[in-house]
């Protein structure tokens, strides 16, 4: 337990749905993070949250729309996905997104499944 | 660009030593991570060096050579339960972390 959460574990959508990832972090810090982890390959940072405004934003397909309503909660609102989108999408904070030594702490992820 | 290699795979026996390799070409340098990744959970946090030598923390030992580019992570003892992925990341002159693809160790009795 690395005291971040993440909901649901597994998601199995259609190309066509709409589904919501969530993320929780009770360590008090101020950054959040979205990663793309797909099998053999680097993680792929995909959003950056510092004091709840977005400070990165790696080219990611507006597909993948994020929310941050507090430092505590990040949403990841998906929609018309493409099959190539499935993989394991994890969740971390740190306590600022700055800095040399901050580690971030990573939540358990979602493993996603686009049919 | 920017990129970390390290090995896919590497194979070691229970009790045996095994060192890692990490090599990196990166926009800037501001310090280098290990982490461990077991199948199926979260990444968790094994190391930090930012100035060259050796860090040693029980079992587990990271290595850094900023002139050469270089890291490595030696685990000692090897046990059952080390069998996990081990990721090498570089925050770069923006302060984002560069990942590898990670390192699958297989230890086998």
């Known amino acids: 337990e690395t005291g971040v959460t993440q909901t649901p574990r597994h998601l199995v959508m259609g190309m066509t749905n709409k589904k919501s990832l969530k993320c929780e972090q009770h360590l008090g810090h101020n950054a959040m993070y979205w990663y793309k982890q797909s099998a053999k390959k680097p993680l792929e940072l995909m959003f950056v949250?510092?004091?709840?405004?977005?400070?990165e934003n790696n080219s990611v397909p507006s597909r993948f729309s994020p929310e941050c309503p507090n430092s505590s909660h990040l949403f990841l609102h998906l929609h018309t996905l493409q099959p190539e989108d499935s993989a394991l999408y994890l969740c971390?904070?740190?306590?600022?997104?700055?800095?040399?030594?901050?580690?971030?702490?990573f939540g358990p992820g979602t493993r996603l499944t686009v049919t | 660009g920017q990129n970390i290699d390290q090995p896919t795979e590497m194979t070691a026996t229970e009790g045996a030593i095994v060192q890692i390799n990490c090599t990196y070409q990166?926009?800037?340098?501001?310090?280098l991570f290990w982490y461990q990744q077991h199948a199926g959970e979260a990444p968790t946090f094994l190391s930090y060096?930012?100035l060259d030598g050796l860090e040693e923390k029980g079992r587990f030992s990271s290595f850094l050579s900023r002139s050469k580019g270089y890291s490595y992570l030696l685990l000692k003892e090897l046990q059952m339960k080390d069998s996990a992925s081990y990721l090498c990341?570089?925050?770069?002159?923006?302060?984002?972390?560069?990942w590898g693809a990670g390192t699958k160790l297989i230890i086998k009795p």
């Open positions: 990166t926009s800037g340098f501001n310090g």
């Open positions: 949250y510092n004091f709840k405004e977005q400070t």
């Open positions: 971390a904070s740190s306590q600022g997104s700055g800095g040399d030594s901050y580690e971030q702490y």
């Open positions: 060096n930012v």
């Open positions: 990341a570089v925050k770069d002159s923006n302060y984002q972390l560069i």
